[in-house]
């Protein structure tokens, strides 16, 4: 086994040293405006003096909450509706005041909204909106042939179609549901005449669409507010301060034009955030996006991290385990059996799961990954081990050697082809799965397989999903090569009689 | 030299053994012979502690077998069975050499024992480095006697030697064991289910059926003083279709 522990040590020393370490953490979620101010966020921290590390697209709402009550977290930008419903669990909305308290409750602060609302609209074309003369739901009324389709979760939503009709009491007959892409498509070709919108969706402004004003206050306020650590009065007060200086500084219209910056125009977002505050405070950040090169190298040096550190510890920990079991059937059923369900844990569930224990980021992914590996290698391992033959494991102890050597001299390496491939399936597993660790912010090929479903850039999609196959057959290959030194040349001849 | 007092085994509700006794002089070869199932190769198992009685003992020169002098009475007994029981991942020599290695031979010692048991046994000394998978099933039933032999041991315990091979290889090898048997004056126990083997081999030969020995004695006195019905039946299937074939002419 020793190869092996050069191999990974080698591996270890040519990851990237974590040597300054940033001060401040801030995050965003997997959807385009929310990366935006991330990084709005993070250039404002990092203009104040602060070196600020962004953790990109985390996987949702639980995962930065939480890892803001841990701490991995300092500051994020959340919406008001989604605190009340998601994470404060009220069923309606609460006023601004008592939201506060209760986020006060959980050691966080919370600044004054910063001036957009991202909630549903009911949008028409500015050529309807015109010869209609039409500005608010109200006026909607008043014009019972308009054709309206909704996307299918607006239709079926407690909040969408059927409230609004009745708040309303909206009299049209003829509504469609559809895909909520397909909605923009069809209100520019004319096929409808209104539709529901994010009210900060890119595509309002690109396609030149009106959105009427919620005149009789039917949808729940999602304000952009930002959350943060109370502890950040002290740990970085100019920091805190900048928060409470973008409070009402961004409209709904300037949102609206960022991420169609992004989002259509294929601006980064690290471009789109830098100019708004160069524009709105005349702060000049420094930003560096990286060149497909330097991306794939960061991407892939991530990867083989997750991957190489989480098999090492896996095989550290589950050869020995599937040894033990071997021995000790009954134990052995029951570590089987644990690993068993480890492997059954969704993988998204893990991995917020992992977050309050062991942080943000590659440690949570390589604690997962670590986990889901050691399943393939304890099973592998005692199915080899107890495998070997009766008669030859008779004829090993009938030698009198004792059950160390036996162990070490027959035993393991006649198990070694089955050990072999329960850790091919681990590493070969590992590949796919560490894809799976940009949700927390381990980076990795995952990364842009996120930003690239996202921004609906296919491109960018196959800038992790390439090498991310490409790496799962190496794997392969390379165990296939490896059974050569592992496997002792006996094992591999066929018996000529 | 060898000595069973009440030795009885039960697996489950089966009963593997009954109360047996048994002593193999040194320098003698005993012969455990009966159909399969009979008990004959856990009385062998018994003899190197693979598997403990439920109630008796087993001594070797007064030694009776525990855990705790296990491996070291394990050095003087050697141990072969059907096919030589070889690991598939060494090599010849070092599935001889393997329990030299773990009392720490020095290589040139291991060497020149390798010679000397690869003469004995009739081994080619240059397939010493091949694999088990790479030797004809008479080869490898050779290293098997060559491990077992390694460390000179006194009592040499055989489980269906022969049984794998085909009659010429078998017959040759039949010649080459007795000889190196006698020649070296080792106590021998043999276990084989046939009876023209038995009778080539056994000074005593031990008939067993369902867990107990129906008769021990010479091969005479099992032809000429059957203990029962069955002792006839068991020799008379024996005897081949060819001999009766020939008989008959």
């Given at each position: 086994?020793?190869?092996?522990l050069?191999i ?28 935006i101010?991330g ?24 995962i ?16 008001t ?17 008592s939201m ?5 409750e959980?050691?966080l602060?919370?600044?004054r ?18 010869r ?6 109200s006026d ?27 708040h ?9 549901g559809?895909?909520h ?47 943060y ?10 920091l ?11 409209d ?19 471009q ?38 989480s ?6 920990v ?5 040894i ?12 089987l059996?644990?690993?068993?369900i ?5 993988a ?12 943000l ?29 009766l ?11 004792p ?16 050990i ?22 381990a980076?990795g ?12 850039d ?13 790496l ?20 591999r ?5 | ?15 593997a ?11 003698s ?13 856990t ?8 598997i ?6 087993v ?30 991942h ?65 009592l ?7 049984g ?26 043999m276990?084989?289910?046939?009876m ?10 031990a ?25 006839d ?10 001999h ?6």
């Amino acid at each position: 086994m020793r190869p092996w522990l050069v191999i990974f040590s080698a591996l270890l020393l040519c990851t990237p040293a974590v040597a300054d370490d940033p001060v401040l953490h801030v995050g965003s979620k997997s959807f385009t405006e929310s990366v935006i101010l991330g990084d709005m966020l993070q250039q404002l921290s990092q203009a104040k003096g602060y070196s600020t590390e962004h953790e990109r697209e985390l996987g949702g709402t639980r995962i930065l909450w939480n890892s803001l009550l841990a701490g991995e977290l300092d500051a994020y930008v959340e919406y008001t509706g989604t605190i009340a419903q998601e994470i404060l669990g009220n069923e309606g909305m609460i006023d601004e005041a008592s939201m506060r308290a209760r986020v006060e409750e959980h050691g966080l602060r919370m600044t004054r909204p910063l001036g957009f609302n991202n909630t549903y609209a009911i949008g028409v074309t500015a050529d309807v909106a015109e010869r209609r003369s039409l500005a608010t739901i109200s006026d909607l009324v008043a014009h019972p042939d308009l054709v309206l389709g909704f996307s299918n979760e607006f239709m079926d939503r407690g909040d969408g179609w059927p409230g609004l009709r009745m708040h309303y009491q909206l009299p049209h007959q003829h509504v469609r549901g559809l895909e909520h892409a397909l909605a923009y498509r069809a209100l520019e070709a004319g096929e409808l005449d209104a539709t529901d919108f994010y009210s900060t969706d890119a595509e309002i402004d690109f396609y030149g669409f009106v959105a009427l004003r919620d005149d009789r206050e039917y949808f729940p306020t999602y304000h952009a507010v930002i959350l943060y650590r109370a502890d950040l009065e002290e740990r970085a007060p100019n920091l805190a301060a900048a928060f409470l200086s973008l409070e009402n500084r961004i409209d709904a219209v300037s949102m609206a034009k960022m991420n169609k910056r992004a989002k259509i125009d294929r601006v980064h977002e690290k471009q789109v955030a830098a100019d708004f505050l160069s524009e709105t405070f005349g702060t000049i950040a420094e930003i560096e996006i990286l060149t497909l090169r330097q991306r794939l190298w960061k991407t892939t040096i991530e990867h083989l991290t997750l991957v190489g550190l989480s098999l090492l510890a896996a095989i550290l920990v589950a050869v020995p385990l599937g040894i033990v079991s071997a021995r000790y059937r009954q134990l052995g059923q029951a570590v089987l059996g644990l690993s068993g369900i480890i492997q059954t844990i969704p993988a998204f569930a893990l991995l917020a799961f992992m977050i309050p224990l062991v942080g943000l980021g590659g440690p949570s992914a390589i604690c997962a990954l670590f986990l889901y590996s050691l399943l393939p290698i304890v099973r592998n391992t005692y199915t080899g081990l107890t495998d070997t033959p009766l008669h030859l494991r008779e004829s090993a102890a009938a030698l009198g050697l004792p059950s160390g050597k036996r162990l070490r001299w027959i035993e393991l390496p006649m198990a070694s082809r089955s050990i072999l491939a329960g850790i091919k399936t681990s590493a070969v597993i590992n590949v796919g799965f560490a894809t799976l660790g940009a949700f927390v912010g381990a980076g990795g090929f995952g990364q842009p397989i996120l930003t690239g479903i996202r921004l609906a850039d296919t491109g960018l999609i196959l800038e992790g999903a390439i090498p991310a196959a490409v790496l799962a057959l190496l794997v392969q290959w390379l165990f296939e090569l490896s059974e050569r030194v592992f496997v002792p040349a006996g094992l591999r001849l066929q018996p000529t009689d | 030299m060898l000595e069973l007092r009440g030795v009885t085994k039960h697996f489950g509700d089966t009963i593997a053994l009954q109360p047996t006794d048994l002593i193999a002089a040194s320098g003698s070869t005993m012969v455990l012979i009966g159909p399969s199932g009979c008990g004959k190769s856990t009385l062998l198992r018994l003899m190197l502690g693979l598997i403990e009685p439920d109630k008796g003992s087993v001594a070797i020169d007064g030694t009776i077998l525990a855990e705790q002098n296990l491996d070291t009475l394990r050095h003087r007994i050697g141990y072969v069975i059907q096919d030589g029981g070889l690991f598939p991942h060494l090599r010849a020599g070092e599935n001889v050499g393997l329990l030299a290695r773990h009392l720490a031979w020095t290589p040139d010692r291991i060497h020149t024992r390798l010679r000397e048991l690869a003469e004995l046994t009739h081994f080619p000394v240059d397939a010493l480095g091949r694999y088990p998978a790479q030797l004809s099933g008479g080869q490898r039933q050779r290293v098997g006697l060559m491990r077992a032999l390694m460390l000179e041991p006194d009592l040499l315990l055989l489980d269906e030697p022969l049984g794998a091979l085909d009659p010429i290889v078998r017959s040759d090898l039949q010649n080459d064991l007795r000889e190196i048997f006698r020649g070296l004056g080792k106590t021998v126990v043999m276990v084989t289910h046939d009876m023209g083997e038995a009778g080539f081999f056994g000074d005593q030969i031990a008939l067993m059926r369902e867990g107990r020995i129906v008769q021990q004695g010479t091969l005479t006195d099992l032809l000429t003083k059957p203990a029962e019905g069955f002792v006839d039946r068991f020799i008379n299937a024996q005897r081949t279709t060819l001999h009766v074939l020939g008989g008959a002419s």
